[in-house]
């Protein structure tokens, strides 16, 4: 079995309480960081142990941390945000739910290392019932002295709040979910000055995810070097996946960075295989926004090494062979599913949730979503798969924030890997509205490229 570090007590009963939670060994790492470290030991502990941001990106969250400013009289903020809305992902959510003394510890934390005397978990607004398990948490946490004036007896002082947002996918990025803090519309800064030196209310301001913060709790009670014992190469300490779709077993799984894919995949101990008995076609292994991967590209690389579980094996190939961790949605696509069924019911979702204030990614996802839809409901031309890929490449890079990569990536990579599947769509358009193309080649073996003499 892997190695626990977030969900090792996920079981036990009342663990959502304060009491159950500190029988477990919970706020440990609040009295060994206030009473035996400096900040910036705690910084560099979290440097020590690689831990990469969570969220998506897979930033190195120690280095974001040293890169705040720390002007003389100046307020700085930590900022969780929890404002988990990528399609296929819901690990935060899960933890919030049952877990929230782990996150609420791990602010603590955090905003010590920082000295940040206010922070902030910002929570997407339609999880209602995970705001109010937190604000009870919180309460809980401040009863106990965990919170507020002279934490501990130590001198250091922390207020958290929780913010519900407005339901917006936009709000997920960091600039944008400041502006929403602030009270106004979310719409993503232009970036520099970065949140580091000027953030929420214009002062230097570190934005966390959910699970990047509750890292922060393994790694202080372990240290950053036990912690970087764990994974492989520079994917380190454990990530918590999302698994759904045709799957025998979907739900939250925490692995170890490095686990191949086809264990991940087919193994009792995760998903369990497809479902039903059905072929495996194609994967979405990091939420909605990565690229789509055929299933004879997922288990091994383009030179037929095995794939793993990790930022840089999933990537093996860039974009014309491979993916990205992204946050953890494991989507898994049997030979019943319809590609471009999908790809439009994503670009949909990107059109909808555009901020609409960069153009390319305004009018681009609409276009998109219109030729999709054609194609679905056997309209289509065969020209759409070219002009498709035109307008992705028309939004990726040209945009404020990265949602406009969000909404072409997939779009690309679905063309790029299962065109025939786009254009089966155009010449059998009444069949396609009755049935889906089913499996093709897909998982067939790619035969090792010959080496270059």
């Not at 977030?6 to 060994?25: C, M």
Request: with cysteine; hydrophobic share 35%; proline share 6%.
């Amino acid at each position: 079995m892997a190695r626990k570090l977030l969900l090792e007590h996920i079981n036990v009963p009342g663990i959502n309480t304060f009491d159950v939670y500190r029988s477990k060994g919970g706020y440990a790492a609040v009295e060994k960081a206030l009473k035996t470290l400096t900040p910036d030991e705690v910084v560099e502990e979290v440097k020590k142990s690689g831990l990469r941001g969570r969220g998506g990106a897979g930033f190195p969250t120690g280095m974001k941390w040293s890169f705040l400013a720390k002007p003389e009289g100046v307020a700085r903020y930590l900022v969780c945000n929890a404002d988990e809305s990528e399609p296929g992902t819901f690990k935060d959510r899960f933890l919030m739910t049952y877990i929230p003394h782990l996150l609420i510890e791990g602010m603590i934390v955090a905003s010590y290392a920082l000295g940040a005397k206010v922070s902030y978990i910002y929570v997407r607004g339609e999880m209602m019932p995970q705001i109010r398990i937190l604000e009870k948490a919180i309460a809980e946490a401040k009863n106990k002295g965990f919170l507020g004036k002279n934490i501990l007896g130590t001198g250091y002082d922390l207020e958290l709040y929780v913010q519900p947002g407005g339901g917006a996918y936009i709000c997920g990025e960091e600039t944008a979910l400041l502006e929403s803090l602030e009270g106004k519309r979310g719409n993503p800064r232009i970036k520099p000055p970065f949140p580091a030196i000027a953030g929420l209310y214009g002062c230097p301001t570190v934005v966390n995810n959910v699970e990047s913060i509750a890292a922060v709790v393994p790694i202080i009670n372990d240290g950053g070097e036990e912690y970087a014992k764990i994974g492989i190469g520079r994917s380190t300490g454990t990530k918590l996946i999302s698994a759904s779709g045709n799957i025998k077993n979907p739900g939250i799984y925490e692995i170890e960075l490095g686990v191949p894919v086809e264990e991940f995949l087919y193994s009792d101990e995760y998903c369990g295989g497809m479902a039903n008995g059905k072929r495996f076609k194609a994967l979405v292994a990091g939420g909605s926004s990565v690229p789509i991967l055929p299933a004879n590209l997922v288990t091994k690389t383009i030179n037929q090494e095995a794939r793993l579980m990790s930022y840089e094996s999933l990537s093996d190939g860039g974009f014309a062979t491979g993916t990205m961790m992204g946050s953890g949605g494991f989507i898994v696509f049997d030979e019943d599913q319809c590609i471009v069924r999908n790809t439009w019911n994503f670009t949909r979702f990107y059109h909808h949730e555009s901020c609409g204030q960069c153009s390319p990614c305004r009018e681009g996802t609409g276009w998109m979503e219109k030729v999709l839809h054609r194609l679905e409901y056997g309209h289509g031309k065969m020209s759409d798969m070219d002009l498709l890929v035109d307008v992705s490449k028309k939004i990726e890079g040209n945009t404020i924030c990265p949602l406009g990569d969000a909404a072409a990536w997939p779009v690309a990579s679905a063309i790029r890997h299962f065109r025939d599947e786009f254009e089966w769509h155009v010449t059998h358009a009444a069949e396609a509205t009755t049935r889906n193309f089913g499996l093709a080649h897909y998982a067939d073996p790619i035969p090792k490229p010959e080496p270059v003499a």
